[in-house]
């Protein structure tokens, strides 16, 4: 069973920056994907950005040019660097995994695997 633990939430103002970090247990599989979600109170939960075993990543564009995701494969840890943030990024940010997958969708259904959540609030 792996296990994901986000960390490094936050509240910071508009224009500010944060790094999101997801420590999960070593995976075995040669393919898997993993991604950061998030998630406001009454709406759908959504895909932000989204890696494969290969390094080839997606992303909406309402994050094209704020935000990154990486992996350091040594620290099994997926990192999600928020810049220039904006009050509409506030939302519970999650890191979720699947194996046997060669696609980094940004689909929430398409994850076998979540995290508790991490809060990040970002003030105007």
């Known amino acids: 069973q792996v296990h994901l633990v986000e960390s490094g939430g936050g509240s910071v103002q508009s224009g500010g920056s944060l790094r999101l970090s997801c420590a999960h247990s070593?995976?075995?599989?040669?393919?898997?994907?993993m991604g950061w979600f998030r998630q406001v109170p009454g709406k759908e939960r959504e895909g932000v950005e989204a890696?494969?075993?290969?390094?080839?990543?997606r992303y909406p564009d309402s994050v094209k040019g704020r935000f990154t995701i990486s992996q350091d494969n040594a620290k099994n840890t997926l990192y999600l660097e928020m810049n220039r943030l904006k009050p509409e990024d506030t939302a519970m940010y999650y890191c979720?995994?699947?194996?046997?997958?060669?696609?980094?969708?940004?689909?929430?259904?398409?994850?076998?695997?979540w995290g508790q959540g991490t809060q990040v609030t970002v003030s105007s």
């Open positions: 890696v494969d075993s290969a390094g080839g990543t």
């Open positions: 979720a995994a699947r194996v046997w997958c060669s696609w980094p969708s940004l689909t929430p259904i398409d994850y076998t695997t």
């Open positions: 070593r995976y075995t599989y040669s393919s898997r994907c």
